[in-house]
């Protein structure tokens, strides 16, 4: 009896310092270049109405948190990313700029290889504000609205700690334009503001579980 609780107190003690082992904790900053698709790129035929289109090829920045538990892990991330707009749609900016949040899923290949290609999922949050119209004076914002990203990359070690992450998502949503001074705006569509983004990244992990 006593000799089987002792195998068991070392199983459970061999269970918990792999599941310590594998973990990892990473922050890391990256560059974003963003494809629009669908409507969000085109030039529409009513360019006076207050839709959201004549995206062009956007550029921004994103910061990422995550935790790694062996080849599940979970992350978080804030993207920011200003599109071009040169159809008469925009106004004299000649930006949209979106901008929000994300939690989702990681899993990532095992093992002590250099590079580790992953697989990853989430929930997006984002808010969109540009122009319509061709005019300054035609702003509009959206409602913070749930969309999805998924995506695929690798983390390549550099250096023990540091990893060197290139990784390609595509992001779906659908925003219901907001006219500041207008009251009513029921009858404005929404919209689909989806884009690819390839996005080269830098990150810090904890030195345990790389």
Do not use: W
């Amino acid at each position: 009896m006593v000799s089987l609780r002792r195998t068991l107190c070392l199983i459970a003690s061999f269970a918990v310092a792999s599941n310590l082992n594998a973990q990892s904790i990473s922050l890391g900053l990256r560059g974003t270049g963003s494809i629009p698709t669908g409507a969000f790129g085109q030039d529409q035929t009513t360019p006076n109405t207050a839709l959201i289109e004549g995206a062009k090829t956007g550029f921004g920045y994103g910061l990422d948190a995550g935790l790694s538990l062996g080849m599940i892990g979970v992350y978080a991330g804030f993207d920011h990313v200003q599109f071009d707009c040169k159809t008469g749609s925009c106004n004299t900016d000649g930006k949209y700029t979106l901008q929000g949040v994300t939690v989702g899923v990681k899993l990532s290949a095992t093992g002590s290889s250099l590079i580790r290609p992953f697989v990853k999922g989430g929930v997006t949050l984002n808010d969109l504000q540009g122009g319509y119209g061709g005019s300054s004076s035609n702003t509009l914002m959206t409602d913070r609205s749930p969309g999805y990203e998924f995506g695929a990359g690798a983390d390549v070690t550099l250096g023990g700690i540091l990893s060197f992450t290139p990784q390609a998502r595509y992001v779906g949503q659908n925003l219901k334009a907001r006219i500041p001074g207008v009251v009513n705006t029921s009858t404005t569509p929404t919209q689909g503001v989806n884009y690819i983004s390839f996005d080269l990244g830098l990150s810090l992990h904890t030195p345990f579980g790389r």
